[in-house]
Structures are given as structure tokens and as C-alpha cells.
């Protein structure tokens, strides 16, 4: 299968730059961006310079001055930093359509198929580097590899005013040096459970005992340990397209009307299958499916059923989608067609960062079948009972 390019791009101490572009005079010097310390302030940003004397974002700025006496600080302006931040995005919406913006300065972009225009990924990092250097005198650190995960890591590795790329197939080993701390979702209270098993970094995390794992941090050690190597993936969404998505279905007419059961719960499993996949493959989840139903003789029912939560998941779909479908029949109907529609959406339903989602297992096996219904795009790819259909 064809890789993805994916980019994390982040820009360095992107207050404190944007002050430095207003007033050069800062350049070079320890700087914070934050209220005083007399009203309790606290520190927004900070240059590297000051970073090297131990002073952080979200530290209280009394003590960011205890840290480096010679500290000067902008109280900020805020209005800047978002007009700056829209230079930075709509120079980079020059090289792709799917950017993720996720804050200020930071964002994801999906590269993949665009090399014919700008060369390789990588080449079009460092010219997105170079020119918002040259045209908006800001630093940008940029991650690329075939994921989010993996670049997300690599632009903070990069940093300042880096590049790293990690090609495909050295993800884990890319990964496997770092301290546990680095894998966006590890918190603290995961991370001491981990060093109490002397888990240090994260490639022996992915070498764990599964076992082991799942005993101290339950569930989620699967995907744990999944990412850590960098598998992950999960899509780069831009806004329009999960704005586009105000429902998902896929309805079927038949060549001939069925009065057979099974047949049509084949049927519908078929349909759930390929409106889930298109949900995934948006980065989606539902609250509610319609079943539609049309009979021999052109009527037509809608009935909607709700789950507990969402979910972009055909098996969790399934028992219910049946049993209104049971509901909806008499024991003669003859079905002319069927049809399945998701609403109700919830966006990144799926935060692989928390550790907290449903069956991993489940969600590795979904990614796979996605990926070959992507490759033999149409119906000749089918799980189980639809085999037969
Ligand atoms: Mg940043």
C-alpha cells in the first residue's frame, strides 16, 4: 500500500518570536510572555534562552524571576499572535488542502500524493521552513513520517527550527531511545506505573510481556505499547471535511426482492461495514443509524435507533440495526431496498492519547479491513456473514 506523508509542524516559542519580530531588541535575551508578578502572572512562553534556566510555561512568573534575574517580560498581545498564526497557516495551505490545525502554532498536514507538485515530503518541509522563516521571521520545527504519532514526536525532537523525518519501516526504531514521557498520551500517573516495572523507555515498553503490561495498566496496554512502537493511525481531518459530514449511509436496491432473513441481515452487515468504514476514514463516530427499508410495493419505512455512546464500529452496530429491522417486517415482506444512514457525529471520537478507548484488538483488525477495502475499492473485500452476499 501506498505510505502517507504526514507533517507535524510546531512553531518554536511562537509567542516570544512574534514579540521578537515587533521588537528585535528581544532577540538573543531570556524572555517570557506572561502577566507580572505582582497580579500573580503566569509565564506563557518562554525563549530558550530562558528555558535554560529551568523556566517554563506555566510556571508563576514570581518564580520564573527567581529562576533567571536578568528575565524580561512582555505581558503580550494576543491579537498578533492569532494574525500571525494565519499567515503561517495560509502560506502552509499553499502545499496541501488537509491541515489539521490542533492550536496556534501547531498542526498536521497530510502530504500524501501532492509530490508531483512539490517534490518529496521532505523537500517541501524544509521550503515550508525556509519561507516562513524568510517571509514571517518565525521558526518552524517540522516532523515527517507515515503518521501523526510518529511525526508529532520527531518535530519536538527537531526542535528548534528543526527537520527529522523518520522513514517508513524505522518508526520503532526511531521510537525506541525515548523516555517513556515522550509518547503523547503517557501522563505522569502512567509513567511512574511504568518505571515501577522498570519501564524506562520506550522501546523496551513495546518489548514488554503483554501480560506484565495489562496487569498493571489494564486495557489500554495494547495500544500502549502499539504507539510506542508508532503504529497509529488515525487520519488528518481538516475542518471542512468533518463539517461536510452531516450524515454517512449507503443504501442498496436489489436486482430482485428478498423475503429471506438471514439474506438481508447479510445485508445489513454488508452496509454497516462500508458506512462505518467511510465514518473511520473521517475520523468519525455516530449516535444514530436510520434503517430504511422499501418494499415490492414502493413503500418505505425510516426507523432511527440511538447506542449509549458513539461508535464507528459495524459490530456494535449490528445486534440492534437486526432487531429494528425484525421490527420493521412482517414474516412476508418482500424487501426491494435496504439502506443505512449515520447522523449525530462526534469528532476524533477516537483519542488514542487517553488510553481509555474500546477493545484494541477489535479497533487493529477494523484498521486492517479498512485499509484493504480502500485497495480493492468496491465489494470484492468482505468480513464474515456478508461474505456470501
Ligand atoms: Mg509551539
Known amino acids: ?49 530562558a528555558r535554560k534556566f529551568g523556566v517554563r510555561s506555566a510556571m508563576s512568573m514570581a518564580q520564573a524571576m527567581r529562576l533567571c534575574p536578568d528575565l524580561t517580560r512582555v505581558a503580550g498581545t494576543h491579537q498578533m499572535y492569532s494574525r500571525a498564526s494565519k499567515a503561517v497557516f495560509s502560506l502552509l495551505g499553499n502545499y496541501t488542502p488537509i491541515i489539521e490545525k490542533v492550536s496556534v502554532d501547531e498542526a498536521y498536514l497530510d502530504l500524501s500524493g501532492t509530490h508531483h507538485l512539490f517534490g518529496d515530503a521532505l523537500d517541501a518541509a524544509d521550503e515550508m521552513r525556509r519561507r516562513v522563516k524568510d517571509e514571517l521571521r518565525l521558526d518552524l520545527s517540522v516532523g515527517v513520517s507515515t503518521n501523526r504519532l510518529v511525526s508529532k514526536v520527531a518535530s519536538a525532537h527537531a526542535k528548534p527550527f528543526g527537520l527529522c523525518d523518520v522513514a517508513h519501516g524505522d518508526e520503532a526504531s526511531f521510537f525506541s531511545p525515548f523516555d517513556i514521557k515522550k509518547l503523547p498520551g503517557i501522563g505522569p500517573v502512567t509513567a511512574d506505573k511504568l518505571r515501577s516495572l522498570n519501564i524506562h523507555t520506550l522501546g523496551v515498553l513495546a518489548a514488554s510481556e503483554a501480560s506484565l503490561l495489562q496487569h498493571t495498566l489494564g486495557r489500554h496496554s495494547a495500544s500502549m505499547q502499539r504507539r510506542a512502537r508508532g503504529e497509529c493511525n ?62 415490492a410495493d414502493f413503500s418505505t419505512k425510516t426507523r432511527d435507533l440511538s447506542l449509549p455512546q458513539h ?13 429494528l429491522m425484525d421490527k420493521m417486517l412482517t414474516p412476508r415482506s418482500a424487501v426491494r431496498l435496504l439502506g443505512v444512514r449515520f447522523t449525530h457525529f462526534a469528532e476524533n471520537h477516537y483519542q488514542p492519547g487517553l488510553f481509555d478507548h474500546e477493545d ?20 470484492s473485500f468482505k468480513f464474515g456473514a456478508s461474505l456470501w452476499v
Open 234 to 295: 488515525v487520519a488528518v481531518c481538516p475542518p471542512w471535511q468533518r463539517q461536510m459530514a452531516k450524515s454517512i449511509g449507503h443504501e442498496q436496491t436489489f436486482a430482485t426482492d428478498i423475503s429471506d432473513v438471514s439474506l438481508l441481515r447479510g445485508h445489513i452487515q454488508l452496509l454497516l461495514e462500508h458506512a462505518c468504514s467511510r465514518m473511520r476514514a473521517k475520523s468519525l463516530a455516530a449516535k444514530t443509524m436510520s434503517l430504511k427499508v422499501r418494499l
Open 311 to 323: 461508535s464507528d464500529n459495524e459490530q456494535q452496530w449490528l445486534k440492534q440495526a437486526e432487531m
Open 360 to 379: 484494541n484488538e477489535q479497533r487493529a483488525r477494523t484498521a486492517i479491513a479498512d485499509e484493504l477495502r480502500e485497495k480493492y475499492k468496491g465489494s
Open 1 to 49: 500500500m501506498k505510505q502517507r506523508s504526514v507533517l507535524h509542524v510546531d512553531l518554536d516559542a511562537f509567542f516570544v518570536s512574534v514579540e521578537r519580530v515587533l521588537n528585535p531588541s528581544l532577540c538573543g535575551k531570556p524572555v517570557v510572555v506572561g502577566g507580572s508578578a505582582r497580579q500573580r502572572g503566569v509565564v506563557a512562553a518562554a525563549s530558550y534562552e
